[in-house]
């Protein structure tokens, strides 16, 4: 039997505990976790600004992870097919505020939405540092 190879995508920006929960739940779902990190133009086009941490330093970070066996940069939403396609991925997990929007993948990978770390958000951490909150 083939080693199963999970996905999963995100920010990873002001990296904390939330996106330590999700990446090691994620690694139990399979043999492999492969991690596509959204690049810096793909966040500010969804999230309008750029994140705090670049690319290249939030690909660093992920990678380090003992939990990770894999890192690729994601630079399109609409690219999610082709990017399971080209990892091989038995299983796509995203956060349950995606739920049922990665559904129409299904045909290829099975889909695992899981909870979040409640009352722990990058945005919400970096609003709070800049004094916002």
């Known amino acids: 039997m083939s ?22 739940r994620a690694a139990e779902l399979g043999d492999r976790l492969i991690v596509g990190v959204s690049s810096d133009a793909l966040n500010l086009a969804k999230k309008g600004r750029a994140p705090v941490f670049n690319e290249d330093e939030r690909l660093e970070i992920i990678s380090s992870l003992r939990v990770v066996d894999g890192v690729f940069l994601e630079e399109s939403l609409e690219k999610k097919r082709d990017y399971i396609l080209e990892q091989h991925a038995d299983v796509l997990v995203m956060g349950d505020d995606w739920t049922g929007k ?27 540092i800049a004094g916002l909150s």
Do not use: A, K, M, N
């Open 102 to 128: 990665f559904d129409w993948v299904q045909d290829v990978c099975d889909v695992v939405y899981l909870p979040r770390t409640p009352s722990v958000s990058t945005t919400g951490l970096i609003e709070h």
């Open 3 to 24: 080693p199963r190879t999970v996905i999963t995508f995100g920010t990873f920006d002001v990296f904390h505990v939330g996106h330590v929960r999700v990446l090691q």
